[in-house]
């Protein structure tokens, strides 16, 4: 139990378009989704917390009209990365809180961005 | 505010040797914490948790750690390493209150056969 996917798993686009990237718990219904990023060898910085239903809670320093995240259903959080840039190349992961167990934080494979 | 210190940035043991990842932590309050393991180009696995209790945790593949509140530390370990353990391993806190999830720098794990 307590899956979580990432759609998709890598990615490819020219400087300037936007990318959606898509979470999911499989298997649970997630109150709270997070975004985070990780650059290489480096830890994993917190993006945005997104809540079902209402509007995501960004970090300081984080763009919430670049990073655009929607938490449409209790099993869905999008995060479109709009008129992206080579420096917006990273490793994005998500990663959710069961209901039950709220936590502990279950976390998707990830989506490696390439903007060129 | 918290946070949470790796001190070392990787660690070479020998197969079937004891292995100890270290972790440090500052929390107001009571924390919660995490060790969660990164295989690469992908996302991060659960190992185990503290939340209250017994100071020694059990968690996935054998591993375990020790919550020693005096010392604020939360080390890793397995008694005996396997090549397949090497991996890149984070220590994460939280505010017993909060949901904001605060991760150590990761501590590469290397075993060697």
């Known amino acids: 139990g307590a899956v979580v996917s990432q759609h998709p798993s890598w990615v490819i686009c020219k400087s300037g378009t936007s990318v959606k990237i898509e979470c999911r718990s499989l298997?649970?219904?997630?109150?709270?989704m997070f975004w985070y990023r990780q650059f290489p060898k480096q830890s994993l910085m917190l993006m945005a917390t997104?809540?079902?239903?209402?509007?995501?809670?960004?970090e300081q320093g984080v763009e919430k009209d670049k990073f655009l995240i929607n938490h449409a259903s209790l099993t869905l959080s999008t995060l479109t990365v709009t008129s992206a840039h080579p420096e917006d190349s990273s490793f994005y992961i998500c990663s959710a809180t069961h209901g039950t167990e709220g936590e502990t934080q279950y976390f998707g494979p990830g989506t490696r961005l390439l903007v060129l | 505010a918290q946070s949470v210190a790796q001190p070392e940035d990787q660690v070479n043991v020998a197969e079937g040797n004891p292995l100890t990842v270290k972790c440090t932590y500052s929390?107001?309050?009571?924390?919660?914490l995490f060790w969660y393991v990164q295989y690469p180009n992908r996302g991060l696995q659960f190992l185990l948790k503290y939340i209250t209790g017994d100071n020694l945790v059990k968690g996935s593949y054998g591993f375990e750690a020790e919550f020693n509140k005096s010392q604020t530390s939360f080390h890793l370990k397995k008694p005996s390493a396997l090549v397949s353990d090497s991996a890149l391993y984070f220590c994460a806190v939280k505010e017993a209150a909060g949901n904001k999830l605060t991760f150590g720098g990761g501590t590469r794990v290397l075993v060697k056969p």
């Open positions: 997104s809540n079902e239903g209402s509007k995501a809670t960004y």
């Open positions: 929390v107001s309050g009571n924390p919660y």
């Open positions: 298997d649970f219904q997630a109150t709270t």
